[in-house]
């Protein structure tokens, strides 16, 4: 049976390709959802692409990758930053984690460059915009086939 690879998205993320093109890109989450999906297929992967404002809806997407996923990529926007509900989700899994962001958190201002989610994360990928995410989905199917 193929993996599912969970993809998602916190706040705001909708907005992507509409604002900020110097920081985020050009491309939109239509986009980057062709790319993971394309990617996951090429490596013989099904994937789960979602995106939320709602802290609550993340933490229940994440505890459905638990029973539902092989992996999850995740991109918690904001909340990576706050929120200790996200950390505790992700610390009930065993599935692997990969962090992924477009921009560097860590070259933009000091609040961002705490992670709630790193210390639950595999690893993190972050600051080379939607190709980002190409390469967090061959990390995590290489780590969800390690595991299987
Ligand atoms: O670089 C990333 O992927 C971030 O997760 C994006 C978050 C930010 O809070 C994190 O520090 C880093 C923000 C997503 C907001 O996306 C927008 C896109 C276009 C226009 C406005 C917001």
Redesign the pocket.
């Known amino acids: 049976m193929s993996l599912t690879i969970y993809c998602l998205n916190?706040?705001?993320?909708n907005?992507?390709?509409?604002?900020?093109p110097e920081?985020?890109g050009r491309d939109t989450l239509d986009d980057v959802r062709a790319l993971v999906e394309s990617r996951c297929s090429e490596g013989g992967a099904s994937v789960v692409f979602r995106q939320s404002n709602h802290e609550g809806e993340l933490v229940d997407w994440i505890q459905e990758a638990r029973t539902k996923g092989a992996a999850l990529i995740l991109?918690?926007?904001?909340y990576?930053?706050t929120s200790i509900a996200i950390h505790d989700a992700l610390k009930a899994l065993t599935i692997p984690v990969v962090e992924?962001?477009?921009?560097?958190?860590g070259n933009?201002e000091s609040f961002?460059r705490r992670s709630f989610v790193a210390p639950a994360a595999s690893g993190v990928i972050?600051g080379f915009g939607a190709y980002g995410y190409r390469l967090a989905v061959d990390a995590a199917i290489e780590l969800a086939n390690k595991r299987s």
């Open positions: 916190g706040p705001n993320l907005l992507l390709g509409e604002r900020e920081i985020y991109n918690a926007g904001a990576t930053h992924v962001h477009l921009s560097n958190p933009r961002r972050a």
